[in-house]
């Protein structure tokens, strides 16, 4: 059973900051891309920040700028760094992670259950 544990949403002023953290857990041979996407209300799910195994990063064009993602292997967990926080980024913050579940397995693919963020004064 995998699973993604995410920690460090909450509420945040505008033009403030907030940490997010995913540790994924379970039978994963390997993690080729780990990352985030964000849902806000009556909206589409959509990409926030994404780094591979080899630290290829994509940053969406709202956030870049804003946001820092990385990733510790050793302990498979990948953060995002939020700053300069805008009402607009209000959201439901999931976690990703493409992932092998032995060797020779195809790709799969898992969900966080996710963590709200809301800037809001």
């Known amino acids: 059973q995998v699973q993604l544990v995410e920690s460090g949403g909450g509420l945040a002023q505008p033009g403030g900051s907030l940490r997010l953290s995913c540790a994924a857990s379970?039978?994963?041979?390997?993690?080729?891309?780990m990352g985030w996407y964000r849902q806000a209300p009556g909206k589409q799910r959509e990409l926030v920040a994404v780094i591979t195994s080899g630290e290829s990063i994509n940053y969406a064009d709202s956030v870049k700028g804003r946001v820092t993602i990385s990733r510790d292997n050793a302990k498979n967990t990948v953060y995002l760094q939020m700053i300069s926080l805008k009402p607009e980024d209000t959201a439901v913050y999931y976690c990703y992670a493409r992932y092998r579940a032995y060797f020779g397995d195809t790709y799969r693919e898992h969900w966080g259950q996710g963590t709200q963020v809301t800037v809001s004064s």
């Open positions: 379970g039978r994963m041979f390997s993690i080729s891309t």
